[in-house]
């Protein structure tokens, strides 16, 4: 006998704070609510208005200066069509739509905003028949459920973001009168798509000194990095002060970063006065052409002659194409606080080459990183780049030592090349050798062959490192991206393309990380931002030295170079935290507190973690991670904390008959509620 399929017409309705152009829509795990696919969602409708009322739903979405946005505060709904009594798991989200022209592309969808609670909100038939009545009548309030509010920022899904960075001492005026000034600087965008199609006199009419007209789809945001304005804020008709030593932001988000240009205009602060307007600038999309670069362009007076001059840093963000992302969970902005500190093992079973009596392995091999997971540790960490033919690899340095015979000679010599510069094949088939063995006057190993099991071997691939290590055990993914230092010296020079580069980390990392908990990190700080913007799952840590100035030489980038300038940094792009190196938080452990009050996740690396005295104090202090050498010296227990509260998770499902013995919690669907328990 067959059952007749049961269908529910089932009223989705929430409050929500929404602004001009947004709206509300909800996604699911099935069919008719878009397979966590935001871009097959279901668009509610607004049912009502009421100016101002929302409750606020979220502190950490209070980033946008909301006193000075226009917001509204609606309820909207839509009855969607349901069969069968299975759960139905779905999330609201707040978007902006542009519906295709064609019927041959997907409609493009600004995803402005989203629910991230760990488990997603749960449609139950079997409740609803209960009282249908009393489910239809319910205003759920955006972002609030099961005890929990957690709203995050969404990602890029089909626009690019556009920040322009202002910073150190980067106006020159050639007046000694307007050497002196302060001054406040407005950012306005441009639409470019009509510079050919202007009529003689219609830009001056019109336009007054735009050269193109203010685009009307682009809304430019700014920030500061120190306590004024740390937050994306609206700009008020004569700009923002910039301050000189400090860090300005202005941050646009656009479907069309090749006809998008940008005006900039300048006005005297005096205390007291209107601020007098005396010039402007602008950046074209013909200065954008690159992922990142600095211009120079001149400053115009209000006469049309130059009267000065300015830095311009800019940075463009792409979405990452094809990649396939869903809605059904994200940890990015998640962090279980009430768990002890994580134990990480730096490179796996610690640094091999600097510390080679430490050391029980190579560092960043498959062994040292699963030798790591099988003591206990929480997270491995380890370093990836590419190699010349696009794949990425786990190795730390930039740099290898090739070895190669000089002409005549039987003796072999050491020769420095970049890991960018070879193929996979070439790393994995050649004989080499860390790069500092060049200034090594011991030779005596270098007639040896190589003959290391290929789990020992140097340069595995990133895809090869997460098939073959305990998936129960967390992966710190640091992605290295040369900087240039304090002193004028670089990394490496003739890098990839950022874009470029995190996009083909990224789709590994998505194609192969399963249930894995992952965490990202950079001492670049673009490099975190592209990673917090292309992807919404996985969250991501600033690497930074602090203020330690003695045994590292800074990097150039103001960002890197205190604890403090991290942590505006972190709170501005949304990262989960900060990585200190550990020298700087013991001169300064006031700074914990600090990141803490940010509600910032603290890790830490450095040579001083390798000792249990600093272990235990920087636990005691509730540092969230700890990075250092030796899992096998200081961990105890050969599980990580991750797979030890899944057993307890297994064991209670198991014993409520919500699980099979012969199951387990890794083999269940992503999007049940027991495995986002888990995972979180």
Known sequence: MTMMSVTFEVMFRVEAEVESGEVVCVVGDCDRLGNWDPHHAVVLSRESSSPGQCRKNNQQMENRCDKENRKTCDVWRKKVKLCGMKNYNYRYFVCQIIESDSESTERTVKVIR????????????????????????????????GGKNHVTKGWLTDQSEIHIRIHGNPIRMWKPKYRKQTYRIKCTPLDQRYKDHLDEDEEEEEWGTHVSPPSTFTKVLVSTLDERQINHCVQSESGTIFETGSYMIFTAETTEPE????????????????PKHIGYCYLLPVDLKKSNDTKTVPITGLNHKPIGQIDLDYLTVKPVPGLDLKMDVSYQNYWKFERKSLDVGHRGMGSSYKHKKLAAVRENTVQSLQDAANHGADYVEFDVQLSR???????????????????????????????????????????????????????????????DPTDLQPFPTLERVFEAVNPATGF?????????????????????????????????VMRTAGHRRVVFSSFDPDICILVQRKQNKYPTLLLTNGEDVEKYVPYLDLRTRSIDMAIYFATFSNLLGIDVLTSTLFR???????????KLVLFCWG??????????????KGVDGIIYDRIDFFKSGDKSVFQVEQEQTERILMSAGLLSPTDTLQNLEPSSGSESEVNS
């Open 114 to 145: 989203w629910e991230t609670n760990i488990l997603p909100r749960v449609f139950s038939p079997a409740d609803y028949m209960k009282d249908p009545g009393k489910y239809d009548a319910e205003i759920m309030k955006f972002g609030e459920y």
């Open 607 to 620: 040579e001083d973690n390798n000792d249990s005295n600093a272990i235990n104090t920087l636990k005691q």
């Open 259 to 274: 006809s998008l240009g940008f005006q900039f205009d300048f006005y005297v602060n005096q205390e007291g006065v209107t």
């Open 389 to 451: 033919d696009m794949i990425p690899v786990i190795y730390h340095d930039f740099h290898v030592a090739i070895t190669y015979r000089k002409k005549k000679r039987e003796e072999l010599e050491f020769y420095q090349a970049s890991v960018k510069d070879l193929k996979l094949s070439e790393l994995q088939s050649m004989k080499l050798a860390h790069a500092s063995r060049i200034f090594d006057n011991d030779r005596d190993d270098i007639h040896e062959d190589d003959i």
């Open 588 to 598: 300064n452990m006031d700074k914990i507190e600090k990141v803490k009050e940010a």
């Open 476 to 508: 710190n993914v640091e992605i290295k991206y040369p900087q240039e230092k304090v002193n004028g010296e670089f990394e490496e020079i003739n890098f990839y393309d950022r874009n470029k580069y995190v996009d083909i980390i990224l789709r590994v």
